[in-house]
């Protein structure tokens, strides 16, 4: 993407398709270690890394076997079971699949449909909660598993390094925008009891260690009204749900993964506060007066404990994730008043930034 924001800090960048090889080609010349920020990698791509790794041309990191495992929910969701890792029962449908075979694999409504490749932030998912809605069942190879109402949605975000060592910043609970699927708060920690916050930490831990690969993951869980824990999915990435470690820890979930693909040791888990909270920034109206199509990352209070960070994204449309505020606090309530505060400054008419704004946000 010739206008994705991150052209404005690389050295040098290449326009072109994830399934241009060529392309590809030229990167891994030019590359000691390629990383990921997305796992929808065509599978000829994939190969060709592979193909690369082993001649010793470049290191990948999350592997090449692990992103093939992941990028693809039915072959995660398997992995999940054969570990013997908590996850919902599930079964797989392909195109073909109509109500009938939900109901013959003793499925009934409400159930979740997940697209197995492609989908992310909310994209690619849908609640049937009801016969009627059978009639929507996308025909699409997916992944079909109850729905779980009042439940509790939870991330924990670890990083794991060369040398086998893993750290887990604390498990963070989200809020969700229903109309646009998509999540719209963050807090951490999370509003959880100690002992879930262990047992979601330990789950975290025990999921990536049995990946065995290098990088920062995004282990996505779901406590239900019953008690009850699930791993939902995992992420081979840095992770929205990890992006108020910016403003809230020393070492930030981004730093963590370079440290950990670069083969340095990843660093410890430091907070600069008891509390943080994110809102991401779901472009509307009102916000018209933040966007500039440059990224920029500014101070909305005068402590300094409240930061936009404006992605640049050159599109602005209704519902679009165009960045975040990150606020700390003493407290997840002062935090998240913070946040609030902050999304006020950057909605208001007096708020006008230009392409000259971005800076490094003194910490």
Same mark, same amino acid.
């Given at each position: $993407?010739?206008?994705? #924001?991150?052209?404005? =800090?690389?050295?040098? !960048?290449?326009? /072109?398709?994830? %399934? &241009? +090889?060529?392309?590809?080609?030229?990167?891994?010349?030019?590359?000691?270690?390629?990383?990921?920020?997305?796992?929808?990698?065509?599978?000829?791509?994939?190969?060709?890394?592979?193909?690369?790794?082993?001649?010793?041309?470049?290191?990948?990191?999350?592997?090449?076997?692990?992103?093939?495992?992941?990028?693809?929910?039915?072959?995660?969701?398997?992995?999940?079971? $054969?570990?013997?890792? #908590?996850?919902?029962? =599930?079964?797989?449908? !392909?195109?073909? /699949?109509?109500? %009938? &075979? +939900?109901?013959?694999?003793?499925?009934?409504?409400?159930?979740?449909?997940?697209?197995?490749?492609?989908?992310?932030?909310?994209?690619?998912?849908?609640?049937?909660?009801?016969?009627?809605?059978?009639?929507?069942?996308?025909?699409?190879?997916?992944?079909?598993?109850?729905?779980?109402?009042?439940?509790?949605?939870?991330?924990?975000?670890?990083?794991?390094?060369?040398?086998?060592?893993?750290?887990?910043?604390?498990?963070?609970?989200?809020?969700?925008?229903?109309?646009?699927?998509?999540?719209?708060?963050?807090?951490?920690?999370?509003?959880?009891?100690?002992?879930?916050?262990?047992?979601?930490?330990?789950?975290?831990?025990?999921?990536?260690?049995?990946?065995?690969?290098?990088?920062?993951?995004?282990?996505?869980?779901?406590?239900?009204?019953?008690?009850?824990?699930?791993?939902?999915?995992?992420?081979?990435?840095?992770?929205?749900?990890?992006?108020?470690?910016?403003?809230?820890?020393?070492?930030?979930?981004?730093?963590?993964?370079?440290?950990?693909?670069?083969?340095?040791?990843?660093?410890?888990?430091?907070?600069?506060?008891?509390?943080?909270?994110?809102?991401?920034?779901?472009?509307?109206?009102?916000?018209?007066?933040?966007?500039?199509?440059?990224?920029?990352?500014?101070?909305?209070?005068?402590?300094?404990?409240?930061?936009?960070?404006?992605?640049?994204?050159?599109?602005?449309?209704?519902?679009?994730?165009?960045?975040?505020?990150?606020?700390?606090?003493?407290?997840?309530?002062?935090?998240?008043?913070?946040?609030?505060?902050?999304?006020?400054?950057?909605?208001?008419?007096?708020?006008?930034?230009?392409?000259?704004?971005?800076?490094?946000?003194?910490?």
């Amino acid at each position: $993407d010739a206008t994705s #924001p991150a052209t404005y =800090f690389a050295e040098r !960048d290449f326009t /072109a398709g994830l %399934d &241009d +090889l060529s392309a590809l080609q030229k990167l891994i010349e030019c590359s000691d270690v390629i990383t990921f920020e997305l796992e929808a990698v065509p599978d000829q791509s994939l190969d060709l890394l592979s193909d690369a790794v082993n001649d010793g041309k470049v290191k990948v990191h999350p592997s090449v076997d692990t992103l093939r495992l992941i990028k693809d929910k039915g072959v995660q969701k398997t992995w999940l079971h $054969d570990q013997g890792l #908590p996850t919902l029962p =599930f079964i797989l449908i !392909d195109e073909q /699949a109509n109500s %009938d &075979d +939900l109901l013959k694999k003793g499925f009934c409504v409400p159930v979740v449909q997940k697209v197995r490749r492609g989908g992310y932030d909310g994209k690619g998912v849908q609640i049937l909660w009801n016969a009627e809605d059978l009639d929507r069942l996308w025909p699409a190879e997916s992944v079909i598993e109850p729905a779980l109402p009042n439940c509790t949605e939870v991330a924990v975000v670890v990083a794991r390094d060369q040398y086998g060592e893993m750290s887990a910043f604390p498990p963070v609970t989200m809020e969700f925008d229903e109309t646009l699927n998509a999540v719209s708060v963050i807090v951490s920690p999370g509003v959880l009891e100690p002992a879930q916050q262990t047992k979601c930490l330990q789950i975290a831990l025990d999921a990536v260690g049995a990946l065995g690969a290098i990088g920062v993951f995004a282990v996505e869980l779901f406590i239900s009204a019953a008690g009850e824990f699930f791993i939902n999915e995992i992420s081979p990435r840095v992770h929205n749900s990890g992006h108020l470690t910016m403003d809230g820890f020393q070492h930030d979930q981004f730093e963590q993964h370079i440290r950990a693909v670069s083969g340095r040791s990843i660093g410890p888990i430091v907070p600069r506060a008891p509390a943080a909270v994110m809102l991401n920034l779901l472009y509307d109206d009102n916000l018209s007066n933040a966007h500039t199509g440059a990224p920029y990352s500014v101070a909305l209070d005068d402590d300094h404990m409240t930061f936009a960070h404006w992605y640049g994204k050159k599109e602005a449309r209704e519902g679009r994730k165009m960045g975040h505020i990150n606020a700390m606090g003493h407290s997840r309530d002062q935090a998240l008043a913070r946040a609030r505060a902050g999304l006020k400054v950057l909605c208001s008419e007096a708020f006008n930034p230009s392409v000259d704004l971005y800076k490094a946000v003194k910490r």
